[in-house]
């Protein structure tokens, strides 16, 4: 069975500061690796993706997660925050032939001007 | 783009009544899931959707709830009779492809059982 964890429930920074969620997952078999949005009063967006190929991906708004086998781990990064990022950010996995995503608890981004 | 909606936005009910919760997916989709996140935990699978079956459902999923596609466009959620604990966000999401499993949501919505 897959598992993810995200270290910190809330994570704040000050805008233009580096952003950086933090993902770990458990998988016998190569993963695929979400992180997806929510804005306030929205539904989950899709930020980005791996699955296979090229282990740092890019998303929207900026953001981007590099996929380290070694490590288990997916971390969101954004070089420079804006104030538009705030929302809940949330990771997930699953594998080939799967029929659902299993997400981590998700971490709330709080921009600070 | 297209996108997933649902209705309502937001539904409360007595404990031991009837709701349904209607979604409708992205038009050319045929994998559809309906997902829960109880306040302060995390986004939980209960059930996927495909061929007019239930293709995989969680623990969560027992007798008290139950999905259909009534016709070519809406996928619905019921759950017989509510208990407080049934109180959550519902997300529906759909799939065009079982490939990499990438799955569209709606924006919920918010049950409330009092």
């Known amino acids: 069975a897959q598992s993810v964890t995200q270290l910190g429930s809330h994570v704040s920074v000050s805008e233009g500061a580096l952003v950086l969620l933090r993902c770990n997952y458990s998988s016998s078999v190569p993963p695929y690796l979400f992180w997806y949005v929510q804005y306030p009063n929205q539904g989950l967006q899709l930020l980005l993706k791996?699955?296979?190929?090229?282990?740092l991906v890019k998303g929207i708004n900026g953001f981007e997660a590099e996929f380290k086998k070694s490590e288990t781990s997916f971390h969101l990064t954004k070089p420079s925050a804006h104030m538009s990022d705030a929302a809940e950010y949330f990771c997930?996995?699953?594998?080939?032939?799967?029929?659902?995503?299993?997400f981590g608890q998700g971490t709330r981004l709080t921009i600070n001007p | 783009e297209p996108e997933v909606t649902q209705t309502p936005s937001h539904q409360v009910t007595q404990m031991g009544q009837e709701v349904i919760l209607r979604c409708v997916p992205i038009s050319n989709h045929l994998y559809f899931y309906w997902y829960r996140q109880i306040l302060g935990q995390k986004v939980e699978f209960l059930v996927s959707f495909y061929n007019n079956e239930i293709s995989e459902k969680s623990e969560i999923f027992d007798d008290q709830f139950s999905v259909e596609r009534p016709d070519g466009s809406n996928f619905t959620l019921k759950i017989r009779s509510t208990k407080l604990e049934d109180s959550a966000m519902y997300f529906c999401a759909s799939s065009g492809t079982r490939a990499y499993n990438e799955q569209f949501f709606g924006p919920g919505t918010r049950l409330t059982v009092l």
């Open positions: 997930a996995v699953t594998v080939q032939g799967a029929q659902k995503l299993v």
């Open positions: 791996y699955t296979t190929g090229a282990t």
